[in-house]
């Protein structure tokens, strides 16, 4: 069986490929943050929807993120996904990459569901250096 | 005032380079892990200590750890830190890169302090792709 939290987020890329913001929702804690883009944080689920949503819009409402090679990290009741994450979509010109070392963290709440708090897909780049 | 957690990192840095890893340990939690190297993790204070000596020893016991660039992703009681993270040391052959891309998971406790739960100098390097 595969480790639950990469189970967890093939659902999280499912809903994004079927713009479910609503269900996406689900997996993110509520002061959860999203790096939309290097500089860029979209804080609470109300901020990260919004931000999926202009997300979805920049690619032609296309796009479908898949996860390559993953390790998971895991300390008691937190967790650091390193992964390969894909992104394909119908448009030609993006200005970011597709294919991401991408850095998630994940908590477990009090009824033992894990939750991503920090959804960071650009990993290390965000630094210049 | 600098970010707390940027001060706390420099005692880490400070204590590593005095090999004084009984106050290092003051600042993981009880189940943290640390990436030794790709595919090598200790868990727990006692394991961490060990393979700090380890580590120590390996460097000829001069290690200095220093950090460049750093962005801090705070989300309530986690943190995420990518930091560009330096090593130096009278070694010249070492097979590990003395210039990382870091990824350091924190967690604040009921006291407020933040511990280090998930600590990974490898970064995104830790996948092969």
Known sequence: MEHELKELIKKCDLAIKHEDFETLMNYYTEDAILVVKPGMIAKGKEEI????IAIAKYFNN????TQGEMIILEAGDTALVISQTLLTADKMDSEYSMDRRATYVFKKNS?????????NSYGTDIISN
Chains 1, 2 share one sequence.
């Open 49 to 52: 929807k919004k931000a999926f």
């Open 62 to 65: 296309s796009i479908v993120p």
């Open 111 to 119: 009824q033992g569901e894990w939750l991503c708090a920090i959804d």
